[in-house]
C-alpha cells in the first residue's frame, strides 16, 4: 500500500490513524487485544482508532476502494479475529457511551462498548442488559454471535433483547436496522453479525432485576478429589424437572487462590428471599458430605458480571474451546460418561497451565435460550443443556505450550462428542463445512448465503465469523 494513500486516509479521520512507522504507538495497539498469543500472530497494516461514525464511513470506504482487508475490534477485544495481517483494523475503543432510556426500558450503546460500561449505566436505573460473564468482554463481539451471560436461562441469548442497530454497509452508507425496516438483515445480524457490516450502535431491551439487583451468588468449593461425587449431584440436580429459570448454577474445575485444584457449584440465585436463596445454596453445599469452602452471599448482580475479571487479565497467553452438550437425565451412564470425561480432563491439564487462568467451566444455558424459537434469529443452534468450556492459559511465549494448550481443548469437546449437540460461533470459530454447520444448520446458513450475496457480494467484511468463507 502506498504511503500516500494511508496518508490520505490519516488526513481524512479525526480519530488517530497508527501505522507501522509509527514503532512504538503501533506496538502498543498490536498489543492491546486480551490474548498475548494472538497478538503476536497478526500484522495489520494499520489501526484507525475512529471518534465515531464517520470515521467508520470514510476507513470503509478507503478500503473497499484499494481492496484493503478490514478488521473490526471493540474496547473488548477478546477474539481472534479483531486483527488480521495486512488489513486496516477499524478500533471502536473510544465509542463506549451507554445512554439508558429508564421510561422504555432500552439501552443505546456504542459498539465499543465492554460489557462493565453496559452494567455502570443500567444499574442506576435496577435494570440489566444480558453481556458477557466477563465484565471487560466487548458487548459487539458477544451480541454478534449470539450472547449468553450469567442470566442467559432466565432472560435468553443477547440478541433476544436486540430491538435495533445502526449500522455501516459494505457500501459505506449508515443504516438503521430492525424488525420494521429490513427483517432479513435484521434475523441475519442476530447470531452472524460481523458478516453483513459495522455496527456503530446497538439499541438493546433491558429487564427489571428485582431485589434491587441483589442476588445470591459466589462460589461453594470442594477439594477436586471430591469433584466426581459432586458433580454428578450438581447434574441430577440441574435435570430436575420443576426448576426456575431465575435459578442458574454453574459447574467450574479451577484452582483455590492457593493453588490447590478445586471443583465448584456457582449458584446465581435472582428474586428469592434471602432464606429461600440461601436454604438452595444449603442443600448444595451439602454434596459430596459438606463444601470445603462457601462463599455463596447476597451480593449486587454486578458484582457477579466483574467476580471473573481478574482470573482472565489481558495480555496473557490463552487458548479456549467450546461445546455445547445434552443428554437425558435420566440416563445415569449419561451423567457418568461427562462427570468422568470432566474429571480425567482436568487431571490432564499441562504442568505449565497458569493456576489462575485455567478452567473447565460448565454453564447452563437452558431456559429461555432454548424456548426461543430458533428460526427468529440466526443463532439458530439452541439446543444443548451445557456449554462446556476449556480455557487455558501458559506463562511463556513459546509455541510447543500453544500446541500443548490447543491439544489439550481439542481433546476436551472430543471426550464430550457423545453428547456434543450444536457448537457456538463466539467460541469455537470454524474450520470446516462440517463444524460450519454445526454452527449454523443448513436451513440457516443457506438463508446466511443468501442474505451475505445481497448485502455484501464483494465480501468486505470477511475477517470475522465468515472467515471460514473467504479461505474457501
Ligand atoms: C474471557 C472471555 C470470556 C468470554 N465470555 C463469554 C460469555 O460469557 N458469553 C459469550 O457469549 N461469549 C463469551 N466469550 C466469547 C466472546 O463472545 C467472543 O470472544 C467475542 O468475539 C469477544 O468479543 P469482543 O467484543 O471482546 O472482541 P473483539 O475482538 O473486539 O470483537 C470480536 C469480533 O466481533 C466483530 N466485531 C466487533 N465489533 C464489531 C462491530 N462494531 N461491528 C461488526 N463486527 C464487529 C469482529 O469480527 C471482531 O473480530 C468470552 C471470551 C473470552 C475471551
Same mark, same amino acid.
Request: glycine share 8%.
Given at each position: 500500500?502506498?504511503?500516500?494513500?494511508?496518508?490520505?486516509?490519516?488526513?481524512?479521520?479525526?480519530?488517530?490513524?497508527?501505522?507501522?512507522?509509527?514503532?512504538?504507538?503501533?506496538?502498543?495497539?498490536?498489543?492491546?487485544?486480551?490474548?498475548?498469543?494472538?497478538?503476536?500472530?497478526?500484522?495489520?497494516?494499520?489501526?484507525?482508532?475512529?471518534?465515531?461514525?464517520?470515521?467508520?464511513?470514510?476507513?470503509?470506504?478507503?478500503?473497499?476502494s484499494n481492496k484493503i482487508p478490514i478488521a473490526v475490534r471493540g474496547k473488548g477485544a477478546h477474539s481472534p479475529y479483531g486483527m488480521a495481517n495486512d488489513a486496516v483494523v477499524i478500533d471502536l475503543m473510544k465509542m463506549t457511551a451507554v445512554r439508558v432510556d429508564p421510561q422504555k426500558k432500552l439501552a443505546y450503546i456504542q459498539a465499543g462498548a465492554d460489557g462493565g460500561d453496559i452494567d455502570h449505566e443500567t444499574a442506576l436505573h435496577n435494570l440489566i442488559c444480558i453481556t458477557g460473564s466477563v465484565s471487560h468482554t466487548g458487548f459487539a463481539?458477544?451480541?454478534?454471535?449470539?450472547?449468553?451471560?450469567?442470566?442467559?436461562?432466565?432472560?435468553?441469548?443477547?440478541?433476544?433483547?436486540?430491538?435495533?442497530?445502526?449500522? /455501516?454497509?459494505?457500501?459505506?452508507k449508515v443504516v438503521r436496522v430492525d424488525e420494521?425496516?429490513?427483517?432479513?438483515?435484521?434475523?441475519?445480524m442476530r447470531g452472524n453479525g460481523a458478516s453483513f457490516g459495522i455496527v456503530t450502535e446497538f439499541v438493546v431491551r433491558l429487564r427489571d432485576m428485582p431485589n434491587s439487583g441483589i442476588i445470591r451468588s459466589a462460589p461453594i468449593l470442594w477439594p477436586v478429589d471430591k469433584a466426581k461425587e459432586v458433580m454428578t449431584s450438581w447434574m441430577e440436580r440441574i435435570g430436575r424437572a420443576d426448576r426456575k429459570e431465575t435459578e442458574t448454577l454453574q459447574f467450574v474445575y479451577m484452582h483455590s487462590p492457593d493453588g490447590h485444584p478445586v471443583c465448584g457449584v456457582v449458584p446465581l440465585i435472582v428474586g428469592e428471599t434471602e432464606a429461600a436463596a440461601k436454604a438452595?445454596?444449603?442443600?448444595?453445599?451439602?454434596?459430596?458430605?459438606?463444601?470445603? /469452602?462457601?462463599?455463596?452471599?447476597?451480593?449486587?448482580?454486578?458484582?457477579?458480571?466483574?467476580?471473573?475479571?481478574?482470573?482472565?487479565?489481558?495480555?496473557?497467553?490463552?487458548?479456549?474451546?467450546?461445546v455445547f452438550i445434552d443428554w437425558d437425565p435420566r440416563d445415569g451412564g449419561a451423567v457418568s460418561s461427562i462427570v468422568n470425561?470432566?474429571?480425567?480432563?482436568?487431571?490432564?491439564?499441562?504442568?505449565?497451565?497458569?493456576? /489462575?487462568?485455567?478452567?473447565?467451566?460448565?454453564?447452563? /444455558?437452558?431456559?429461555?435460550?432454548?424456548?426461543?424459537?430458533?428460526?427468529?434469529?440466526?443463532?439458530?443452534?439452541?439446543?444443548?443443556?451445557?456449554?462446556?468450556?476449556?480455557?487455558?492459559?501458559?506463562?511463556?511465549?513459546?509455541?510447543?505450550?500453544?500446541?500443548?494448550?490447543?491439544?489439550?481443548?481439542?481433546?476436551f469437546t472430543a471426550k464430550l462428542s457423545r453428547f456434543h449437540v450444536t457448537t457456538y460461533l463466539n467460541n469455537a470459530m470454524p474450520e470446516s463445512e462440517v463444524e460450519m454447520l454445526e454452527v449454523f444448520p443448513q436451513d440457516t446458513m443457506n438463508r446466511l448465503r443468501s442474505l451475505k450475496q445481497k448485502v455484501d457480494p464483494d465480501n468486505v467484511f470477511k475477517m470475522g465469523a465468515w472467515q471460514y468463507e473467504a479461505n474457501m
Amino acid at each position: 500500500m502506498a504511503d500516500n494513500a494511508l496518508a490520505s486516509l490519516k488526513g481524512a479521520l479525526r480519530g488517530a490513524l497508527i501505522t507501522r512507522d509509527d514503532k512504538d504507538a503501533f506496538t502498543a495497539a498490536r498489543s492491546r487485544g486480551w490474548n498475548r498469543d494472538l497478538n503476536a500472530r497478526a500484522n495489520p497494516l494499520a489501526f484507525a482508532v475512529v471518534s465515531g461514525v464517520r470515521d467508520i464511513v470514510t476507513t470503509v470506504n478507503f478500503c473497499r476502494s484499494n481492496k484493503i482487508p478490514i478488521a473490526v475490534r471493540g474496547k473488548g477485544a477478546h477474539s481472534p479475529y479483531g486483527m488480521a495481517n495486512d488489513a486496516v483494523v477499524i478500533d471502536l475503543m473510544k465509542m463506549t457511551a451507554v445512554r439508558v432510556d429508564p421510561q422504555k426500558k432500552l439501552a443505546y450503546i456504542q459498539a465499543g462498548a465492554d460489557g462493565g460500561d453496559i452494567d455502570h449505566e443500567t444499574a442506576l436505573h435496577n435494570l440489566i442488559c444480558i453481556t458477557g460473564s466477563v465484565s471487560h468482554t466487548g458487548f459487539a463481539g458477544v451480541a454478534l454471535g449470539g450472547g449468553l451471560g450469567h442470566l442467559s436461562r432466565w432472560l435468553g441469548a443477547v440478541v433476544d433483547s436486540i430491538v435495533g442497530y445502526e449500522m /455501516v454497509t459494505a457500501e459505506g452508507k449508515v443504516v438503521r436496522v430492525d424488525e420494521a425496516t429490513d427483517p432479513e438483515l435484521f434475523w441475519g445480524m442476530r447470531g452472524n453479525g460481523a458478516s453483513f457490516g459495522i455496527v456503530t450502535e446497538f439499541v438493546v431491551r433491558l429487564r427489571d432485576m428485582p431485589n434491587s439487583g441483589i442476588i445470591r451468588s459466589a462460589p461453594i468449593l470442594w477439594p477436586v478429589d471430591k469433584a466426581k461425587e459432586v458433580m454428578t449431584s450438581w447434574m441430577e440436580r440441574i435435570g430436575r424437572a420443576d426448576r426456575k429459570e431465575t435459578e442458574t448454577l454453574q459447574f467450574v474445575y479451577m484452582h483455590s487462590p492457593d493453588g490447590h485444584p478445586v471443583c465448584g457449584v456457582v449458584p446465581l440465585i435472582v428474586g428469592e428471599t434471602e432464606a429461600a436463596a440461601k436454604a438452595t445454596c444449603d442443600e448444595l453445599a451439602a454434596f459430596g458430605g459438606g463444601a470445603l /469452602v462457601r462463599q455463596d452471599t447476597q451480593l449486587p448482580y454486578t458484582a457477579l458480571q466483574a467476580a471473573l475479571d481478574g482470573l482472565l487479565p489481558f495480555n496473557q497467553n490463552y487458548w479456549d474451546k467450546g461445546v455445547f452438550i445434552d443428554w437425558d437425565p435420566r440416563d445415569g451412564g449419561a451423567v457418568s460418561s461427562i462427570v468422568n470425561a470432566a474429571v480425567k480432563q482436568w487431571s490432564e491439564k499441562p504442568a505449565f497451565a497458569s493456576k /489462575v487462568s485455567t478452567f473447565l467451566i460448565f454453564m447452563e /444455558v437452558s431456559g429461555a435460550v432454548a424456548k426461543a424459537d430458533p428460526a427468529s434469529t440466526s443463532f439458530a443452534a439452541r439446543k444443548g443443556r451445557l456449554w462446556c468450556s476449556c480455557i487455558i492459559s501458559w506463562p511463556d511465549d513459546d509455541v510447543s505450550q500453544r500446541a500443548a494448550s490447543k491439544m489439550w481443548c481439542n481433546e476436551f469437546t472430543a471426550k464430550l462428542s457423545r453428547f456434543h449437540v450444536t457448537t457456538y460461533l463466539n467460541n469455537a470459530m470454524p474450520e470446516s463445512e462440517v463444524e460450519m454447520l454445526e454452527v449454523f444448520p443448513q436451513d440457516t446458513m443457506n438463508r446466511l448465503r443468501s442474505l451475505k450475496q445481497k448485502v455484501d457480494p464483494d465480501n468486505v467484511f470477511k475477517m470475522g465469523a465468515w472467515q471460514y468463507e473467504a479461505n474457501m
